[in-house]
């Protein structure tokens, strides 16, 4: 069984920058693609990013390019760096793991952590 538990978030100025954290229970960590997506009042689910099995592959929606940046270790975590951020970006931030890379650049995944809250006051 596949659990997921992110952390990191919190109430930052506009411009900060935060790191999310996902630690995943899965026991073969590496055959799974991971991604992280967030969610905003009110919106729907937005994909942000994937990181392929090995995290040679990054891929990231169109509206996070150039400020987010993810990444995985050896140990079973996988980050999420956000830098320069705004009001826009408050959201919750949900970790997501998928044996289909593909799967989660269209917004599918197998597993979802709790999320973690982000707010970004003006």
């Known amino acids: 069984q596949v659990q997921l538990v992110e952390s990191g978030g919190g109430l930052v100025q506009a411009g900060d920058s935060l790191r999310l954290s996902c630690a995943a229970s899965?026991?073969?960590?590496?055959?799974?693609?991971m991604g992280w997506f967030r969610q905003a009042p009110g919106k729907e689910r937005e994909f942000l990013a994937t990181?392929?099995?090995?995290?040679?592959?990054t891929y990231y929606a169109d509206s996070v390019k150039g400020r987010f940046t993810i990444s995985r270790d050896n140990a079973n975590t996988v980050y999420l760096y956000m830098y320069s951020l705004n009001p826009a970006d408050t959201a919750v931030y949900y970790c997501?793991?998928?044996?289909?890379?593909?799967?989660?650049?269209?917004?599918?995944?197998?597993?979802w952590g709790q999320g973690t809250q982000v707010t970004v006051s003006s």
């Open positions: 899965i026991p073969t960590f590496s055959t799974y693609a």
């Open positions: 990181c392929s099995r090995t995290g040679d592959r």
């Open positions: 997501a793991a998928d044996d289909q890379e593909t799967a989660l650049a269209s917004g599918r995944a197998g597993s």
